[in-house]
């Protein structure tokens, strides 16, 4: 298998403002949200981040599809540095995140062709892969419908298909099922199977432990910003669940930390 994407000591710190400061009952100005967060990736395998909310997953798959920059650290995609060649980056990657959404006014028609073009697709390969990608999903029949007036899980499917317009090798989803029902739930989940199939490299930032069970080749867990944990999950669980596993690195992890 082919290494297609490699984190090296990302590290990102960010500063508060008064009201974080609050909510997080800390009187400290800067939070440290990831803290040298190292882990590979290769083609034809799906990699696992697990860890609560406010861990630092988000902020690393940030950093990785070349949103935010890291203070520290770099990442390699496709060969490519997020930090010296960001665009060639984001030629290679799928990227989908709940805090990124469709505009509400336009049609799952009109966006997909609108952000394809942005990609410089020709107009034979997007109508094929539209067609693809539409079949796939149970758009066709709703593709003139405003974003607006679609159920939460047809959101998805078209945020996803529209994700992979370009027919990247590197997919980077940040909770792809968070919030779905269990029938659309489980369509996305065999589809990042499928993906697996063809050989990409996919990254599924979760706090799902079926998710990460059902899909994944291997898991990192990151808990207030490091890597603590990392293997396949036989080596990460042993003769446990993987949650009963996770919740006894939570306990040591933050129980040393304290």
Do not use: W
Request: charged residues 25%; proline residues 2%.
């Amino acid at each position: 298998m082919e290494c297609l994407l490699k984190a090296e000591s990302l590290k990102k710190t960010f500063r508060l403002s008064n009201k974080q400061m609050k909510i997080d009952r800390t009187k400290n100005r800067f939070k440290v949200a990831v803290d040298g967060v190292s882990f590979s990736c290769f083609s034809g395998e799906i990699y696992g981040l697990l860890g609560p909310n406010g861990a630092g997953k988000t902020t690393v798959m940030r950093i990785l599809s070349t949103l935010i920059k890291s203070d520290e650290g770099d990442a390699q995609v496709c060969g490519y540095s997020v930090k010296k060649d960001p665009y060639a980056v984001r030629k290679s990657v799928a990227f989908l995140t709940s805090e990124l959404k469709l505009d509400d006014f336009f049609t799952p028609n009109y966006l997909y062709d609108f952000y394809s073009d942005l990609r410089g697709i020709s107009p034979a390969e997007r109508s094929t892969r539209k067609a693809m990608l539409f079949e796939k999903f149970g758009i066709n029949k709703f593709s003139e419908v405003k974003i607006g007036e679609l159920s939460t899980g047809m959101k998805q499917k078209v945020s996803i298909a529209i994700s992979l317009a370009h027919d990247p090798k590197v997919i980077i989803y940040d909770e792809p099922t968070n919030g779905l029902d269990v029938l659309t739930a489980k369509t996305v989940t065999d589809f990042l199977l499928e993906l697996k199939k063809q050989g990409k490299c996919i990254i599924v930032s979760t706090h799902i432990f079926s998710l990460i069970e059902k899909v994944c080749d291997r898991v990192g867990i990151i808990i207030n910003g490091k890597m603590v944990s990392e293997g396949t999950l036989k080596q990460i669980s042993g003769q446990k669940t993987l949650e009963d596993a996770f919740f006894d690195i939570y306990a040591r992890t933050v129980g040393g930390a304290a």
